[in-house]
């Protein structure tokens, strides 16, 4: 087989280079979702946000964990040699995800009208229901060669496809809305042709990985009588690990598809009209755009540390495959921590910068899911880790319990009328928290030798209070000073707090230990960096 121009990356390297696309997806993700946000308006953003919610459900059934199957199971094989195996794992599981593509893309096509009218509760989101329908078989398809060249531990044509993706995604996206905008058509038109950016961004998406696949992984040097198992056998397993993954993070999805029928009925039960209560989950589903941000920088290493644990496992090395795990829970706090911590104390901020006009309540909503997203991150890497294990279905049930915590709290305080939308990001925090209790529990019982939380949590968390506390001083102080005012003045003033609090951060964690010489050799060029900064 041809192998492509670069050396195999171990799960840091790999998540490295994830990263590296995040960041660049994050950047196009800001000019995508924030212009959409001041173009919609409050209540318009809100029909974009439901859609989301429900291709989100689908994609996720069909994304979450097959993909994550499939990456085990070729880095399984690739660990005992099995060249011939491996390539009809990825014949079989490009069948099976088209399959499921196609199911899925024709309830949304022609069950449009059923979902925006009797799930969602939004009429008005019918259109944008059917414009997203295509995106989910693409989605599908391209799912399946990103699973082929991660269980290769490659995340190279991952990282450069979910840019290419993203880019393609903006630019039709905010082309079409602003048309139907300026055109005069309606709020549910131009949500739906913002949407329409998105299937055309998975077939860009989609033409580069086949491109990817042909041109580095051209099958060549193996016979394939050598495979003794059956096209259905392994259809079998990919079902057997991907479907209780899928069903777990699905759980999630569905329980988001859902926040805007709870919030907007118990805000009625509060005493607000249907049109504020629109406004109010409006400005919420705004700031989860920020909230979901530090989640997007976890998935690169929960992305990578599956195939490394499992390559480990599968080589009987439980050794290598238990300090992966701890190392990679620790990073996970070391990237998420300070993340949520500056969420949420410059939320003042962040909310009126990027979203101006929008309600008072964005603020608020923001500094609890900032909390929030720290626990949302470190569920991620507990479950990427037991998955990893060959304990996939441990993850659902923790997601179900703290999925029935979120909707029980979120129904009871939502509806009290000091509390109202408030009570959503209340219940996010509570059920996120939940299910990092109880996957932990379950991590003990599947590794000899568990996480250390001390090692993994306190310095990270004495680091991101510190900036916190800076970050939080320096804006109050320089949003005083009399040039600057208003909002170039406030955001020269966040600008000021957020580079400080970098500083501060990057110098705490590396005083107290919390990133490591050895961390840094595992990243392309980092050992120069930590014999630059006299890393220990």
Known sequence: MKQAETRRQNFIHGAAILTVGVVIMKILGALYKVPLGNILGDYGYGIFLSTYNVYNIFFTLSTAGLPVALSRMIAEADAHGKTALKEKTF??????????GILFSLIMFFGNHWLAEFYLKKPDAALSVRAMAPAILLVCLVSAYRGYCQGNGNMIPTTVDEVLEVLFKVISGLAIAGLL???GRGLSEA?????????????????????????????????????TESTAAIAANILRIGVPISLGASIMAILSSLDPGICHSRLAVAGFSEHMAGVLFG???????????????????????????????????RHEAEKTSEDAMRIASVISMPMGVGLAVLSFPIVNVLYPNSHKAGPGLLSIMGIA???????????????????????????????LLKIAVNWIIIAIPSINIYGAPIGTLFGYLCMAVLDYIFIRSALKQRPNLRKAFLKPMLCSLTMGIVASLIYSFSFRIPFLQGKAGMFAAMLFAILAAVVIYAFSVIKTGCITNDDMKLIPGGEKIGKLLHMK
């Open 91 to 100: 014949r079989t599981a490009v069948g099976t995800f088209a399959v499921i």
């Open 373 to 403: 997203s720290f626990f949302v991150c470190i569920v991620l890497m507990e479950n990427a880790i037991l998955q990893a294990s060959g304990k996939e279905k441990l993850p659902m049930i923790a997601l179900i319990s703290g999925s």
């Open 191 to 227: 949500s739906a042709g913002a949407i329409l950016g998105v299937s055309i961004g998975s077939v860009i998406s989609l033409a580069y990985m086949i491109y990817y696949k042909t041109r580095y992984y051209r099958p060549t040097d193996y016979e394939p009588h050598e495979v």
């Open 283 to 317: 400005v919420y589903g705004k700031v989860q755009t920020l909230f979901n941000l530090p989640a997007a920088f976890m998935t690169p290493l929960t992305i990578a540390i599956v195939p490394a644990v499992a390559g480990a496992i599968a080589k009987g090395n």
């Open 181 to 183: 905008v300026r055109m």
